[in-house]
Structures are given as C-alpha cells and as structure tokens.
C-alpha cells in the first residue's frame, strides 16, 4: 500500500515537473541526472528477428521490437506490474468472464489516425485467422477467448471471435471460461493492434519500414536484414514528451564472443554474457557487469512413453538420476552467471508462485547422492547391472558442457553409462518431438508471468510435452488452476507431485547476464519476462 | 570463341538443373522442416500453412512448380521464415554486399599476391626473395576464421581505429576487415603459384633469347615472362573468385556484414527451403560463368589456346 502512495506520487509529480520544465534541459525530470546530449541506445541480437508483424513475430528478439513499435492494452513496469498502455484501464463483470477496456483518447497512430477498439478487433481475429496461420495463433486460444479454439481450427468462422468494438474507444472481451491472469496477457505482443488499411494496402510487406505504420513509442526507420534494424521515436505517440531515448538500434551480431569485443570497444550499450565469462567481467568491470533472474527453466526430460527405456518407467531410477545432480557445479564452475539452482520446474521469480519445500532442495549433495545410490539399487541398477541410456541435446557449446559434467556426475557417483549426442536444432526439435530419445535436454521462458506458462508443460496433451509424462491428477490441477481465484496452493501441489515422480530433471533458472554500459539508466532488472521498453530507459551523459 | 561460349553455357543448363534437383531432395530429406518448432503447432495450423507455401503438395509437384516459377516468373518463392521478404529480395539485399567484399578481396589478393610472387622470383635466393616466400607462407596459414578474431581484437578492441562489424552502406573503414580476412590465404596461394611459375619461365629458352639480343631485364619481364607465368594464376583465380563470393559465408557472419553468407547459413538451419535453394542456385550458376571466363582468358594469355 505504502509503495503505491509512493509510486502514484513520484508519478504526480513527474508529470507536474514535466510539465514545468522540458526534458531538453538536459536532466531527468524524475530522478535529476544529468542526460547525454545523444540518447541512443545500442544493443546486440543474436539473430535476424522473424518479423516485425504483431501477430506473426514469434521470436524473443522480434518481440522486444514489436514491443516498442506497438503498444497493447496494458504494458509492465520496471518490476513487471501491469499499468495502463493503449487503454487507461479495464473492468470484469462479476462471472469475471467479460472484460471491458477503455481505450486513450489520445492515442494515435503514427499516421496521425486514432486508435480505435477496431484495431484491436482486428488484429486478435487476424491472429486466429487460419488465412494468417499465425505461429503465436495457440496463445489466443491460451487466453480462453471464446471460440479461438474452433476459429484456428477452421470450424468456426472468424467473424464469431468473443471480441467486439462497442464503440471507438471501448473493447469488449469474452472468454469461454474465467481466467485470472488474462490482463496480463495483453501485454504480449500477439495482442498489439494492427493498422487495417495498412496491412490491406501493402499485404506481407506492409512490415517493411518504408511501409510500416504502428501506434507504439517508436516507428521502423531502418532495416538492414542480418546486419542493423532502427527504431526512432514516433512523434505521435500520446506519451511522447515523457519519452527519454531517440533512438534505438538493434545490431545483428551472430557470435557472442565478437559482441563482447565490439561492446568493450564501445560500440554496443548492451550484449549477453557468454557462459562461464562473468566472474571475470564482473571482477573488471562491477559497474556494468549484471546478473538478475529470469522467467526461464533449465531441464531434462526423461522420456517416458512406450519408446523410451523401460528403466525410465520406474520413479525411483529417475529420481535417482535427478538427486545425483550437483546443481551448484553446473551454476557456479560451468555457467558461473548467478543463475539459481533450480529444484521445481517453475522458477522461483515468478509471480504467485509459492516454492514447495521439495525435500531435495534441503539435502546435502552428500545425502542426496547417498539416496540417489539407494534408489537406483532398489530398481535393481548396480555395478554388476549398471544403467546405460543416451542424452541428446541440441549443438551449442554451453549445452555441451553441461551435458558433460552431467553426465560425469552419474557415472562417478552411480555407475551410469551415458552416450551423449548433440544435434542440430532442427533435427534435435524433430527427434525430441517424436519420442526418438532417452533423455532429452529442455528449457522453456515463460510467455506470461504465472506459474501455468510452465508447468502446462507437463500436462498430458500438451504440445510441449516431449518426455509424454501423464499423470491425471496433474491435469486436473491444472485444468482446476485456469479458473481458480487462488491457484498458487494448485501449482503448489503439481510441483510436489513432480518432485515425486521426477518426469524431468530442473537443473537451474535462467539470469539475465548482460554487459550493459552504466550510461544505460533505468534498465528493469526486476522484470523477471525481461519485457523493457525503450520510452522507459534514458542515457547518462559521462 | 562466340560459339565455344554459347556451347558451354548449354551445358551449364543440365548442370545447374541437376544441381537444383539434387539439393531439393537432400534439403527434403534432412529431418525438420521450416516450421518444426519448440512448441509443436497444432495440427491444423500446421496444415494451414503448409497448404499456404505449397508444402501439401507431392515433391515432384512442389519441384516442378519451383522450376516452372523460375524460368517463366524468375520468381525464386517467397521465404518460410520472414514473411516481408521473398528469396528475390534476399538476394537483391544481400549479393551486391557479398560481391562487393569478395571482389575487393579477390582485386587485394591478386594484386599483392603477384606482386610479391614476382618479386621474390626476379630477385630470387635473395633477402627480398625469403620475406616474400616468408609472407606468403604465413598468410596461407591464416585462414579466415584466423584472421578475423586477430584483426578484430587488434583494430577494434586495442587500437579503437575500426568498427568490429556491419555494413553501414558500405563505408570503407567498414570494408577494411573483412577484406584483408578474406583476402589473406588466397594472397599467400597466389604469390607461391606465380613464383614457381616465374621461376620456370624465366629459365625457359625465348627468355634466354630475348636476354641474348640485349633487350632490358624489365622488357624481358614486362613483355615476354609476364603473360607465360600468369597461365597457372589464372587457372586458380577462377576457383578463388568462386571462393571468395561463398567462402564469404564466414566472413558475413564473423563481421555481421548483412552479406549473403549468414542468410545461406540461416536458411539452412531454419530450414528456409526457398531461401537455401535460391542461394545454392546463384553460387552454382556463378561457378558455371566464372569457368568459362577463365577458360576465355587462357586463350588471352596463351596465344597456342584456340576455342
């Protein structure tokens, strides 16, 4: 309570100093920094992002972009709280299964053309439209909008999507079922308006920057595909006078070792850590060198179906294995990023989620090896029967490694005979998803910021669900979860069944582990999804 | 020679056809497809977008069709992967950049790798003839995967002199390292090949003659050894122009250049089958037009060659 009085007055009276006194003064009207004179911001992607197209971007890269070119409903704040965006707010009627969202006045296109609830309508049906085949149409279907389902699967026409246009300014959604974390749902970019007229003007290359019209803090002024992309500030934007940075830029720098390079000539304001590199930098470099968590999990998967070994069948052989596993080598010597050990599948960060004591998590590595070696000589594994499988992972050295000292593990401690096998991606998704495996690497960044973005997983049907893990009682917890006002206790009790039944092996959580030069103002470390934006950051001046 | 020409560029036809139809099937047969992912989609929007890129139909027909839009449309098919651009598109973007490090290299490489050849034969078993021998053993040994990580770290990293990497329409403090990177095997090749050539050549009877009539050392070189010792050059310049355009892949990637090699390698890890395709068809009819102007220039060189 104390901290929203706080916050609601910092941003009362940010607004009266902005309207007193002009950003080009030079200093930061909330904090009083001194600003640079040049309010670029340069950072590294690893690869050509997908598309730019709200309802076709599928990857992380590409939707930090979109991010910033359009603006959906509700955006996050620094520490990942929802706060109004195109809409000032919403209300729920009392089944909490219709939700009515008023849209700013002010907001504009970058053409100068309001937005409306129209182009909102538009754009959730263009995104379950089975003409579009959106890569992302499932995640409307994951927001219960009523007949997303059947729309994607052609069965319905896509004039029956539960969304409507009551008028210019007001957006009425309607789910088939009650969901808690839907408004948190609408700051993912599948959600982002589309300009209509645009996208019918120009069809596939409406994204293209000489094209391009969107309704976020920044507009598409540049696009060297595999080399730069370049975001400048939208002068229509309706928040635009409290918008600190010019202009961003997003350089396509494949090798990460050649970021780091180019980031300490200073070129870059931003570039990801490579694995095992942050100690030393953070030694160097304390100031600029950042370790936070993220909403990512590190895991393998046993394979469980009728084509993976039948020693996976047994509980006691996987749990085994899992106890077995020194987490803290991996984190400390192999990663050595600051990334939690990870005992549950859902990271500890997320929103909600109340960690179960899982017994694991409070042994010693001493006693769970100890167990560890009771439990496999129970399933009848030892030295004169010892277990052997093979472990596949997709080609990257950071995986290697970890597989390795995993691997090493099991086989000092128990006596298991492990063959490992990288893969490239393709092949690795295509053997992985066809149950060709015995153990299989995973890792998976949550969508939203709610425990179910994980642990939907591990539901039986999922199409995530590689290992084929299928327990009804986790279903239906899950399925229970989607409605319930209050579903920590639910994914509470999941987890303990799966620290139970050990379908997979958590190994650790993700860090975000960045150069990012000091310069960089207001970066938000407490946003576990990592969802900035660029009209939220700001240049020092040196 | 005209006809010699049009002979050779009907058979690059079948040659460049087979090519095609030999990487279609393979990039088939590799497991995953474009739209393999992590989350596998459902069923019926898998099946939404394959009809949309024609992946629902048989291979033969999926060939046929892709070969029907090459030679009546020039249309190379749209991308898998980024829905605003088609492979015509890719390659328009990313060819001239390509081309452009590659000639530059391949200008670098030629021009110092004969210079120094030649040098070190004229002055041969002496000092100018050892450092010459010595550079271009030591630029052999640095391939470019070599060269980019010493250049970057020298001149970005320690000296601040040049940017690590891009583009920037081509500017040339951009240009700097890629080029020597690419260039610098080839130079140390091309200077060895040209010195043993001069060295044969200038021990060969009509070198003996034109220095017993008395003409200057630098005549003799200029109009009689010169043409003879570059025959074997040329024969490797046309593989090394070859090299350079596609050997670039690394280059592309190492120096985030927007080239063409990090959307060939990219496609075929995405599996962007058009994409691959339309790329492997470009280096292929390359090579076929670079062989025949090396074979065209033999007869330039070696008056006895006749088409």
Redesign the interface.
């Given at each position: 309570m104390n901290k929203i009085i706080r916050t609601s007055l910092a941003g009362l009276l940010s607004s009266t100093i902005i309207t007193g006194a002009a950003i080009a003064a030079g200093t930061h009207p909330e904090t009083g920094e001194a600003l640079a004179d040049d309010q670029t911001f340069t950072y590294r992607i690893l690869?050509?992002h997908?598309?730019v197209?709200p309802q076709?971007v599928?990857d992380v890269t590409g939707a930090e972009i979109v991010r910033d070119l359009f603006e959906g409903l509700m955006n996050q704040d620094e520490d990942g709280n929802l706060v109004p965006g195109a809409a000032t707010g919403f209300t729920v009627n009392d089944s909490k299964d219709v939700y009515t969202f008023t849209l700013r006045d002010e907001a504009k296109w970058s053409n100068g053309d309001p937005v409306t609830a129209g182009d909102f309508v538009y754009a959730w049906k263009r995104a379950v439209n089975?003409?579009l085949?959106?890569?992302y149409?499932?995640f409307m279907e994951l927001m219960s909008i009523e007949n997303a389902a059947s729309i994607?699967?052609?069965e319905k026409p896509v004039d029956e999507l539960g969304v409507k246009a009551i008028d210019d300014k007001t957006l009425e959604v309607r789910l088939s079922a009650p969901l808690p974390y839907f408004p948190q749902m609408t700051t993912h970019s599948t959600t982002f308006p589309a300009p209509q007229k645009v996208i019918e003007e120009f069809g596939?290359?409406?994204?293209?920057p000489e094209n391009i019209v969107s309704n976020g803090a920044y507009v598409l002024t540049e696009h060297?595909?595999?080399?730069?992309s370049v975001r400048e500030r939208n002068e229509m934007y309706w928040d635009n006078d409290n918008t600190i940075i010019d202009k961003v830029v997003a350089?396509?720098?494949?090798?990460e070792?050649?970021a780091l390079?180019?980031y300490?000539?200073?070129?870059l304001d931003r570039t990801e850590i490579p694995a095992g590199q942050y100690p030393r930098l953070n030694q160097e470099h304390p100031e600029e060198a950042l370790s936070f968590p993220r909403l990512c999990n590190y895991y393998y998967t046993f394979n469980v179906s009728d084509s993976g070994p039948e020693a996976f069948k047994d509980p006691n052989v996987r749990q085994a294995l899992s106890l077995a596993v020194d987490r803290a080598i991996i984190t400390e010597k192999v990663k050595a990023g600051g990334e939690p050990q990870a005992f549950t599948f859902v990271p500890e960060a997320t929103a909600g989620f109340a960690v179960p004591a899982v017994e694991m998590a409070s042994m010693s590595q001493a006693e769970r090896d100890e167990l560890a070696k009771e439990l496999l000589a129970e399933a009848g594994y030892g030295p004169d029967n010892p277990l052997s499988f093979e472990m596949v992972y997709n080609t990257d050295e950071a995986h290697k490694k970890i597989a390795v000292a995993v691997s090493q593990m099991w086989k000092q401690k128990l006596g298991v005979q492990v063959e490992l096998a990288n893969m490239?991606?393709?092949?690795f998704?295509?053997?992985r998803?066809n149950q060709n495996f015995d153990l299989a690497r995973g890792a998976?960044c949550g969508d939203y910021n709610e425990a179910s973005t994980f642990l939907d997983l591990l539901q039986s049907d999922s199409?995530?669900n590689d290992g084929k893990y299928n327990n009804t009682r986790v279903d239906e917890l899950l399925a229970e979860a989607k409605t319930s006002n209050d579903p920590a206790p639910l994914y509470t009790e999941v987890e303990r069944i799966i620290a139970q039944e050990t379908p997979v092996i958590p190994i650790y959580h993700y860090a975000g582990v960045y150069m990012m030069d000091s310069d960089v103002g207001n970066w938000p470390v407490n946003n576990v999804e990592q969802n900035w934006y660029s009209k939220n950051l700001y240049k020092l001046a040196e | 020679m005209l006809a010699y020409s049009l002979r050779r560029l009907l058979v690059a036809i079948p040659t460049i056809l087979l090519l095609i139809v030999a990487c279609f099937f393979l990039m088939h047969v590799a497991p995953g497809g474009p739209f393999t992912s992590e989350r596998a989609l459902p069923p019926q929007v898998l099946a939404n977008i394959e009809a949309r890129y024609g992946l629902d139909q048989p291979l033969w027909k999926q060939l046929w069709d892709y070969l029907y839009n090459i030679v009546v449309h020039f249309d190379f098919g749209p991308s898998f992967k980024f829905k605003d651009r088609d492979v015509n598109d890719i390659i328009a973007q990313g060819f001239p950049i390509s081309l452009t490090y590659g000639s530059l290299s391949f200008l670098l490489a030629t021009a110092v790798g004969v210079s120094l050849g030649i040098a070190a034969a004229i002055k041969h078993n002496s000092w100018i003839d050892y450092i010459a021998v010595g550079l271009g053993i030591a630029a052999q040994a640095l391939p470019n995967f070599i060269m980019g990580p010493i250049l970057i770290l020298t001149f970005t990293l320690w000296l601040g002199w040049l940017p690590g990497g891009g583009w920037n329409g081509g500017q040339w403090q951009y240009l700097i390292m890629p080029v020597i990177a690419l260039a610098t095997s080839y130079m140390g090749s091309i200077a060895r090949i040209t010195r043993s050539s001069m060295l044969e050549v200038l021990n060969s009877n009509f070198i003996r003659t034109a220095r017993a009539k008395g003409l200057p050392t630098r005549t003799v070189i200029w109009r009689h050894a010169l043409k003879p010792t570059l025959l074997p050059v040329v024969s490797y310049l046309g593989p090394v122009f070859v090299y350079v355009l596609t050997g670039s892949v690394f280059v592309d990637i190492y120096f985030s250049t927007g080239g063409l090699g990090q959307a060939y390698v990219g496609s075929a890890l995405s599996r962007d089958y058009a994409v691959l395709l339309g790329v492997t068809i470009l280096y292929g009819a390359l090579t076929v037009v670079v062989n025949l102007l090396t074979d065209l220039a033999y007869a330039w060189f070696d008056p006895k060659i006749r088409y």
């Open positions: 690869d050509e997908s598309s197209d076709v599928e089975p003409e085949s959106s890569p149409a499932w994607i699967a052609g596939d290359s409406w994204t293209k060297l595909p595999q080399e730069r350089l396509v720098i494949n090798d070792n050649v390079t180019r300490m000539a200073g070129e490239e991606w393709k092949v998704l295509e053997e998803g998976w199409g995530y | -």
